[in-house]
């Protein structure tokens, strides 16, 4: 396992986003989320002995999509597409804005709605920054 790529998850994210089968079948064992972009697995037992793959979810895992719709703010529903429209059409966005007034108001679940377990904001920031870059390249 590789420490650069995985880190701990809570039990409550894996058990809120496997399927029932999955979740059934779960090891007794504390799980990692490995967020390895270009790999199918998104949790890992500490063992190793059990593996979930993407397809074994009921949400698609944003950082290993590649086409829309591509998850940003699994609290708040906000994808890619939306931030990249808004960049397109308005030239700013006030998605980050937005998650974090309701992040301070105490609405979000990411330990049950984010499959690594944390919060969205730095994913939210990233994929600003980028859809800015490029609508700067006029490729937006």
Same mark, same amino acid.
Do not use: W
């Given at each position: ?57 009921? +949400?698609?895992? /944003?950082?290993?999509?590649? $086409?829309?719709?591509? =998850?940003?703010?699994? !609290? ?26 309701? +992040?301070?108001? /105490?609405?979000?679940?990411? $330990?049950?709605?984010? =499959?690594?377990?944390? !919060? ?21």
């Amino acid at each position: 396992m590789n420490s650069q790529v995985t880190k701990p998850v809570g039990r409550q994210t894996v058990e809120s986003l496997v399927t029932p089968e999955v979740k059934a079948n779960l090891t007794p064992q504390p799980y990692y989320f490995c967020g390895a972009p270009d790999c199918d697995t998104v949790y890992v037992s500490a063992l190793g002995d059990h593996v979930i793959t993407k397809d074994q979810l009921t +949400v698609r895992v /944003g950082i290993k999509e590649t $086409e829309d719709p591509i =998850p940003l703010c699994y !609290c708040f529903n906000y994808d890619r597409k939306d931030v990249r429209d808004d960049i397109r059409l308005r030239g700013d966005t006030d998605i980050q804005k937005i998650i974090t007034a309701r +992040v301070k108001a /105490g609405e979000c679940r990411c $330990e049950v709605t984010n =499959p690594s377990g944390g !919060c969205c904001l730095g994913t939210v920031s990233k994929e600003i920054k980028h859809a800015r870059a490029l609508q700067d390249q006029g490729l937006l």
